[in-house]
């Protein structure tokens, strides 16, 4: 312990400080570095796997395509195509329940949503049949949560054949952290009676 303590006496108020940049030098090498690593190579190969998934899913899609045209299905004809869309959107009695589902499954993962925006406007097709237009309610809004939520939450919006995802931003104030601030903005779509807001 004498030892220990004229090494130190020796080293003086310089000497320590070196002693201690030495361990934190040795701490970011062989401790923290190696677990950013580790985090990078696993974001690295998330990203890989959903690359694969959509490439997958596409090559899923398009396969369906060519069949539907073979067939003479639906995927063979534009119109027909949209025909079966139209009649899978919701009316409007459903908008409400819409916009509750998606804010009601942001809170079931978590997340924190604040200061909804929403804008709506009657697109340009009508349904000559029904007198039926087609309303799109876009909501904008900022999110807050885990990435793991946020992507689960998205991937249940994205089941709704009545939502579009528009726009996605994601941003990580450290990269130790899995806390993400994301702004998201997707489309809620139904058909609307002639004449009505």
């Known amino acids: 312990m004498n030892d220990i303590m004229s090494v130190l006496k020796r080293l003086g108020w310089p000497g320590l400080i070196g002693l201690m940049l030495l361990g934190f030098g040795l701490w970011v090498e062989y401790g923290w570095t190696p677990a950013q690593q580790a985090k990078t190579a696993q974001l690295e190969a998330d990203a890989r796997r959903l690359r694969h998934e959509l490439l997958a899913d596409a090559a899923?899609?398009?396969?369906?395509?060519?069949?539907?045209?073979?067939?003479?299905?639906v995927a063979g004809s534009p119109q027909a195509a949209w025909q079966a869309l139209w009649r899978g959107l919701p009316d409007d009695a459903q908008r409400v329940a819409l916009q509750k589902h998606v804010l009601l499954t942001a809170q079931e993962r978590g997340l924190v949503l604040n200061n909804v925006q929403y804008s709506g406007q009657m697109e340009?097709?009508?349904d000559k049949q029904s007198k039926q237009?087609?309303?799109?309610l876009r909501m904008s809004m900022p999110v807050e949560g885990?990435?793991?939520a946020v992507r689960a939450w998205l991937d249940r919006l994205l089941q709704q054949p009545a939502l579009s995802l528009d726009a996605l931003e994601?941003?990580?104030?450290?990269?130790?952290s899995d806390q993400i601030k994301a702004q998201v903005s997707v489309s809620l779509w139904w058909r609307q009676g002639g004449g009505q807001r």
């Open 60 to 73: 899923r899609l398009d396969a369906s395509r060519k069949e539907g045209r073979e067939q003479g299905g």
């Open 124 to 126: 340009p097709w009508l």
């Open 133 to 136: 237009g087609l309303w799109r």
């Open 146 to 148: 885990s990435y793991p």
């Open 170 to 176: 994601l941003q990580r104030s450290s990269a130790m």
